[in-house]
């Protein structure tokens, strides 16, 4: 087991696009870690100077100023923090919803499970940001209804893809095995099956991330995001748009900040899907 | 008489994240015109890389040639550039029978379209046309298409020309195969393993057939094998190969009777005889990363000895169109 | 006559489908905690004029009523009034339709067009210095916020440039009405000059949401040669001496078509995601600028007229992908 590790470690240093997808997510951790250290004016998340509204990027205000005269670099930063919770926590909760429900309709199978399917292949039906633009403008703009209307609308991927993938290895080997030394269904689903469903499941909730950061600042650019004045990045860039084209500046860079953290999670998923590939993963399975 | 195709020296590796693996080790192989030539060896040796080098269809990339020729007719086909060999040679003087005939035609594309294809390219009435394809050319084509059907003996040739692939059985897509390789009127089919992935009990027919249609027509085939019994029984002569090097060849009555390298001994005495049992080969196929100096046989041969593994063995000649490499081969 | 037998299958599946999409819609708009009633009946509305309202509008009665209510309503195609435009919502909805098709048809004819060539071009030189740029940009194609990536076009092409419109669809009245096409209808119509206006307001929106659609399509049509390139039958054509240019575009092309097909249903759910919010920024007068119009007036049945016709529309191009798939791919079901 520490053998394969180490190798899918050593794969991992060597695939230059994970190598620098996961660099540009430390990047964002550590920009929304170390803002208050990092900013070169904290206070601008909250404080307004208008007689320095809408300044070029120059030595002082390195990305330019907002409308209301705020260090853009500062605020996009501070920013950060609410891109990477929103993420972090929508993801997490579908997960947590969307594997158990997965597995367990895998698992068991039969017109119950087909319909929990059904289910789920309807909501996939709906355009994702439609449920999420609905669910979030009816309960009012915040960060933890964004984050619920996300979680919502996101479950259905992660069954499907759970259901799919223990439907394809619930008849291997040392599934049936388990089972006929008499494991229980619970034992047999957390020690046996979750295991060799992992790296799918990594490989998509990466990929995930980036989708759903995109989703949450459409929501902040069509105004349902957190309220102002939060530093969000999509809200800023709706903010923005009157002030085209002669503040070129204002949209760019937090419209940047969302392109390189959606390609870090895009460049980490698409090189972990190289390296934890699916026959590599089955072969393990069966050694375990 | 000149042979039709003269493999001389040839040696060949492919690149490997490990290192060269050196597949072909100064190969000889000659082929008279006509004559039906088995290229015998276990899986590994080197048959059917021998066979694609020949067509040219290595990966460009992997594939490293270090040297040897091919003489076909009058011309070396490793110096030729390819435009000239897809034109005149691939597919017109030298066709192919391919190892799996469930997967070599492609899936989503009518039996009559790849067939026809084939045609439009490589029919023997492209060249008095200037090389339109042209509707009376076509309607040739089509006929001459349906009467190889029926010689290859399928029954309802028109029928199976609109079907897909994955409609027919696997002896009749054989079958196909071989029509596919004859229509052209080639001077040299090469086989690669023809049979292996049908049923034992159609074998035995898509063989003979071969044999028979390869025979009227004057077409010399290069059929490469792991089965001595196929050999036998179509074959007018034997090479064999081991590990990437030839050992052996002879005509098919002279190979059979008097075996004369130690390998081609052990390889008939692992046939399985009338008592049922099976002779193994003690060892293990070299490594071909790093294969043995001089002869590769000799970790395995019970009559090595320090010669063996300083150089390769010259050809000597036993008998009449029987060379064997090896320093001290059975009388 | 497995194929038969599969597309029955498939339109079966359809009602339920629809029916499933209905319930769900209706559900989630009830399980949210706001009122529909106080939002029409606006915040000035005494407690009477609300109740009377309520059962007006049939939201007195419980709710398995209100859902088989409702189910009646969607299935005659009435989807109630819109409390913006006082207009029924089926009215709004069938004539911003062709809009959005419009919009998505030619996003997503572009996408193919640019992906499945660069695709082919892309594993046949694996590893190549083109295959390497094509990826850097594929995989920037799906890290780009649409709504951004139409503002900077905007700036750059009608702000800067000055070579496109900067919104709407169309200057002028528009050609004459046949199908709702403006491209179509100016072309029958033989109006060049509503032509040329529809195609030039058509021209960001459309490359907007093409971008990411034309880079999902060319990583499956790459996946998809990759699969076939080194198959058996490209290995038998090749030593038949077939020409190679010929080998890839008739038929290994068409390998890479049947896989990259059955995506495209997916592809273009996530075309119309994005044109929900790439409709704004354009004020293109389609599907999606109305769903962002209703929700930010808390229309509530407009919000829900919105989300049936919808999903009806990705259950329907679904449906459409697994005929074609199961046209175009001898082998039959999947």
Not at chain 1, 132 to 153: D, F, K, M, R, Y
């Amino acid at each position: 087991m520490t053998g394969s590790w180490r190798r899918t470690a050593a794969r991992f240093l060597g695939d230059r696009a994970a190598l620098m997808g996961a660099s540009l997510i430390l990047l964002l951790v550590l920009a929304a870690v170390f803002a208050p250290l990092l900013s070169p004016f904290p206070a601008d998340v909250a404080e307004f100077h208008t007689a320095n509204r809408l300044r070029p990027p120059d030595g002082v205000n390195w990305l330019g100023t907002d409308r209301m005269g705020s260090d853009l670099l500062s605020r996009i930063l501070f920013g950060a923090r609410i891109t990477i919770s929103i993420a972090l926590i929508a993801v997490g909760s579908a997960v947590l919803l969307g594997v158990p429900v997965g597995l367990v309709a895998g698992y068991y199978g039969g017109w119950p499970s087909d319909l929990l399917m059904r289910v789920s292949d309807i909501f996939l039906a709906v355009p994702q940001i439609v449920l999420a633009i609905a669910i979030a403008q009816t309960l009012g703009p915040s960060i933890e209804n964004v984050i619920l209307a996300l979680s919502i609308t996101y479950w259905p991927f992660w069954a499907r893809l759970v259901y799919a993938e223990t439907r394809s290895i619930k008849n291997e080997v040392f599934v049936e095995s388990a089972i006929a030394l008499g494991a229980s269904s619970l034992r047999v689903m957390a020690m046996h099956i979750l295991p060799n469903i992992a790296s799918a499941i990594i490989v998509r909730t990466s990929i995930g991330m980036g989708a759903t950061i995109l989703t949450a600042a459409a929501l902040g650019f069509l105004g349902l995001g957190a309220p102002p004045p939060a530093p969000e990045w999509g809200r800023m860039i709706a903010e923005s748009r009157e002030f085209l084209p002669e503040a070129w500046w204002y949209a760019t860079a937090p419209g940047i900040a969302i392109f390189m953290v959606v390609m870090g999670f895009n460049l980490l998923g698409d090189g972990l899907r190289d390296i934890l590939d699916p026959r590599i993963r089955r072969a393990v399975g069966r050694h375990a | 008489m000149p042979e039709l195709l003269a493999v001389e020296d040839l040696s060949l590796g492919f690149r490997t994240d490990a290192g060269l693996a050196r597949v072909l080790d100064g190969v000889n192989l000659a082929i008279q015109p006509g004559q039906i030539m088995g290229l015998v060896g276990e899986s590994g040796c080197g048959k059917t890389t021998l066979a694609r080098t020949v067509l040219g269809i290595l990966p460009r990339h992997a594939a490293l040639i270090e040297r040897g020729r091919i003489r076909f007719e009058r011309s070396d086909l490793l110096s030729a550039d390819d435009t000239t060999l897809n034109d005149q040679v691939r597919g017109k003087a030298i066709t192919f029978i391919p190892q799996d005939p469930f997967t070599s035609f492609n899936p989503v594309f009518p039996i009559g379209t790849q067939m026809m294809e084939i045609m439009r390219w490589k029919s023997p009435r492209r060249a008095q046309d200037g090389g339109h394809n042209t509707r009376a050319r076509r309607a040739a084509d089509r006929d001459a298409v349906l009467a190889m059907l029926d010689a290859v003996q399928l029954p309802q040739p028109r029928q199976v020309l609109a079907k897909y692939p994955h409609e027919v059985s696997g002896g009749q897509r054989q079958r196909l195969m071989i029509a596919m390789a004859l229509l052209p009127e080639p001077r040299l089919v090469i086989a690669d393993e023809p049979t292996t992935a049908l049923d034992v009990t159609i074998q035995a027919q898509i063989l003979k057939l071969l044999r028979r249609l390869a025979t009227e027509r004057g077409v010399a085939v290069l059929l490469t094998t792991h089965d001595l019994g196929t050999a036998y029984e179509i074959c007018d002569a034997i090479t064999v190969m081991y590990a990437g090097q030839e050992v052996e060849a002879a005509p098919t009555d002279a190979f059979f009777r008097h075996p004369a390298h130690p390998y081609t001994a052990r390889l008939l005495a692992s046939l399985p005889r009338a008592d049922g049992k099976v002779l193994g080969i003690p060892g293990e196929v070299p490594n071909l990363l790093a294969p043995p100096a001089g002869c590769r046989f000799h970790p395995r041969c019970e009559r090595a000895e320090p010669a063996c593994s300083r150089s390769r063995p010259p050809v000597t000649l036993p008998g009449q169109g029987h060379a064997v490499r090896c320093y001290h081969p059975q009388a | 006559m497995r194929r038969l037998e599969m597309v029955l299958s498939r339109l079966a599946w359809f009602f339920p489908t629809m029916a499933g999409l209905i319930v769900i819609v209706f559900l989630i708009s009830n399980v949210i905690p706001t009122d529909p009633v106080r939002i029409v009946a606006g915040e000035n509305a005494t407690p009477e004029q609300v109740a009377a309202l309520r059962v007006k509008l049939g939201y007195d009665k419980p709710i398995a009523i209100q859902l088989l209510n409702h189910f009646r309503d969607v299935l005659s195609g009435n989807l109630g009034v819109s409390i913006y435009t006082q207009r029924p919502i089926s009215e709004d909805l069938a004539k911003r339709l062709p809009a959005t098709l419009e919009l998505s048809i030619t996003a997503l004819s572009l996408a193919i067009l640019l992906g499945i060539p660069l695709g082919v071009v892309s594993a046949l030189r694996r590893n190549a210095w083109i295959d390497q740029v094509l990826r850097v940009i594929s995989v920037s194609g799906l890290a780009i916020a649409a709504f951004w990536l139409a503002m900077e076009l905007q700036f750059l092409f009608s702000m800067k440039l000055r070579v496109a419109p900067l919104n709407g669809r169309i200057d002028g009245f528009g050609p004459e009405p046949y199908t709702g096409f403006y491209v179509l209808d100016s072309l029958i119509g033989r109006d060049w000059e509503s032509l040329g206006s529809a195609l030039s307001h058509l021209a960001l929106p459309a490359l907007t949401l093409a971008l990411p659609a034309a880079a999902t399509i060319l990583r499956f049509a790459r996946a998809g040669v990759l699969e076939v390139i080194n198959s058996n039958h490209v290995l038998y054509q090749r030593a038949m001496g077939i020409p190679p240019r010929l080998i890839v575009w008739k038929y290994v092309l068409r390998n890479a078509l049947i896989s990259t097909v059955t995506q495209i249903g997916l592809i273009f759910g996530v075309l119309l995601t994005n044109a929900v919010v790439i409709e704004t920024v354009f004020d293109w007068p389609g599907l999606g600028s109305f769903a962002v119009q209703s929700i930010l007036q808390s229309d509530h049945k407009a919000i829900i007229g919105f989300t049936i016709w919808t999903g009806g529309l990705i259950v329907v191009v679904n449906l459409l992908v697994d005929l074609l798939h199961s046209v175009i791919d001898p082998r039959g079901a999947r």
